[in-house]
């Protein structure tokens, strides 16, 4: 999934023993967005009642001040109608310089359940869209009435509000409800609003100190989620006793934002029924790995080679694939499921003999499966179901790493995964750097919930290292974290490596075509067989303005010997 929203929540890596990240993400302007507090203990799942509506940003922000002076009481931000509104949203800073920036901690305390609308951002390629709405699964005929984000125009300003809708399903199946029509003629960034209900409880953003390398950096300072108690249920939208049991996870219309198309339509299209979930598949038979000193996976996202990164037809992924196998390649891993990336690249997996990686993207915070992303692919996957192409699952990517998720969130997603997934009984992980993983709150949270211990490596991000070097420096890190969950119980693996074809020289990391060949010719030498490369293409819809200048240029097809 194409991630559309600037984070950084530590330091980036500029040297030592550990790989940066090749997956910079870059700020919008805030929303404008209605605060609203909800009570939700109404018989009717709450939805009805509303004591005020404030206007303004979801949270308290704070400037960040420099390393070595001492932070200044938090001023609260006040909003239009002088009330001030605190919830424990990640605080957006921004960094219009480079530096060493320290954000001071926080401590947010609700007396009473609060409900907001927070901001989200989805990328859309061109073509008209189906968006938005509630999509949830029934046993039975029912009728379902829940809350959604949609918007309310008064005089000329446009407000994000919380309303309710009652839909009758007429049999089982997996019904999206209330959703929104949206036509743009190239790809876009869309805002919405994300529906988010936080319990009464004592939130807490810890101080972060972090290097920002890039200017008009946006840093998000995450608060860490109480863990629950039987007078804290965080998140959770409650439906009526009386409704037969369902699984409804809330998805964001998209209102008319000033940088959003005109062409958004109110939501008040019928509810668009789906198949049910379809049934399990066996357990996975393969294995990790491949043969010593041949690539053993590459990385595939289904976007188009060009700068506006549209889907992929069926009939060119089909062609991709095809040329993957035929090259030697044993796995293909994908990241997320849009652009019809199960049907299309599954089936073309499945057709060339080939096994597959899936992913669950996390690309804003909102480590849940009440973040409407999250809570799409993860519907996508469970309706896909064809556990027997399946080696791995891997929930996040660099999740941490960017500060979307805390450690103890991510193992409770994986979790949760866990229990949708009905019928694959294969291998979780989750992907990060080699530093994130030394962390001992990391560590301790996910080893117990993954089977293996995955890494994204890029020897390229090592100011120390050439490309000559490239494969002894992504084996380390292989045995590095494979020792890191002890007793080789969660054996490590790599899930991302490469090296671009252009782009800044970092230290005596060089990039070009030479050295792209030079470099991937050792990592597939030292530990291709536990390695997934990254990427089949160049990207030309990534941002090509960030320090490396090189996230456009990591496509090894022609290095690899694969024919697209």
């Known amino acids: ?133 509630v999509t949830t699964i029934v046993t039975t005929a029912t009728t379902i009435t829940c809350p959604y984000a949609t918007v309310s125009t008064s005089e000329g300003v446009v407000t994000s509000v919380v309303a309710t809708t009652t839909y009758v399903c007429p049999s089982a199946g997996t019904y999206t409800i209330a959703p929104t029509t949206t036509s743009v003629d190239k790809s876009t960034v869309l805002t919405v609003p994300v529906v988010t209900e936080y319990p009464p409880g004592t939130y807490t953003q810890p101080e972060v100190v972090t290097t920002v390398t890039e200017t008009n950096t946006v840093i998000f300072c995450p608060f860490d989620i109480p863990t629950p108690t039987a007078k804290t249920t965080p998140h959770v939208l409650t439906y009526p006793a009386e409704t037969p049991k369902t699984t409804a996870v809330i998805v964001p219309t998209a209102p008319s934002y000033p940088d959003a198309p005109s062409s958004l339509k109110a939501p008040n299209t019928p509810a668009v029924p789906t198949s049910p979930t379809s049934p399990s598949k066996p357990k996975a038979t393969g294995s990790l790995g491949g043969e010593p000193g041949k690539p053993w996976g590459i990385s595939y996202t289904p976007y188009g080679t060009g700068e506006d990164g549209g889907c992929k037809t069926r009939e060119e992924v089909d062609k991709d694939i095809a040329a993957i196998a035929s090259a030697g390649v044993k796995t293909v891993r994908v990241y997320s499921t849009d652009c019809d990336t199960l049907p299309n690249v599954g089936d073309a997996v499945r057709k060339y003999g080939l096994r597959i990686i899936l992913g669950v993207f996390i690309d804003a915070p909102g480590c849940t499966a009440r973040n409407p992303s999250v809570a799409e692919q993860i519907g996508a996957i469970k309706s896909w179901a064809q556990w027997d192409i399946v080696d791995l699952i891997s929930i996040g990517n660099e999740a941490v790493f960017h500060g979307y998720c805390e450690p103890s969130q991510l193992a409770g997603l994986i979790n949760q995964c866990k229990g949708e997934f009905s019928g694959y009984t294969g291998r979780y992980t989750t992907a990060e750097t080699i530093n994130i993983w030394q962390q001992p709150n990391f560590s301790s949270a996910v080893c117990g919930v993954v089977d293996v211990a995955g890494a994204n490596a890029h020897a390229y991000f090592n100011t120390e290292t050439d490309a000559s070097q490239a494969g002894q420096f992504v084996k380390g890190q292989l045995d590095l974290v494979s020792s890191i969950c002890g007793n080789g119980n969660v054996p490590g693996i790599i899930l991302e490596t490469g090296w671009p074809s252009a782009g800044n020289a970092m230290g005596l990391a060089v990039p070009g075509e030479s ?30 303005n960030t320090a490396c200048a090189c996230e456009q240029n990591f496509g090894l097809a022609k290095v690899l010997g694969i024919n697209i």
């Open 1 to 133: 999934m194409k991630a559309t929203l600037a984070v950084a929540a530590a330091a980036a890596l500029a040297g030592g023993v550990n790989a940066g990240s090749v997956h910079h993400r870059h700020a919008h302007n805030a929303v404008r967005v209605a605060l609203e507090k909800k009570d939700y203990n109404n018989e009717t799942c709450g939805c009805t009642t509303i004591y005020k509506t404030f206007y303004g940003e979801p949270t308290l922000l704070f400037p960040p001040v420099p390393a070595t002076t001492a932070a200044p009481p938090p001023p609260p931000v006040t909003t239009a109608t002088e009330t001030a509104v605190v919830v424990p949203t990640p605080i957006a800073q921004t960094c219009s310089t480079t530096g060493v920036y320290t954000f001071p901690p926080h401590t947010v305390t609700l007396t009473e359940s609060t409900t907001v609308l927070v901001p989200s951002t989805t990328a859309v390629p061109s073509g008209s869209h189906v968006i938005g709405g």
């Open 515 to 544: 050295q792209q060949r030079i470099a991937v010719s050792s990592i597939v030498k030292e530990c291709g067989d536990r390695a997934v490369m990254f990427s089949l293409t160049n990207d030309k819809w990534k941002d090509p």
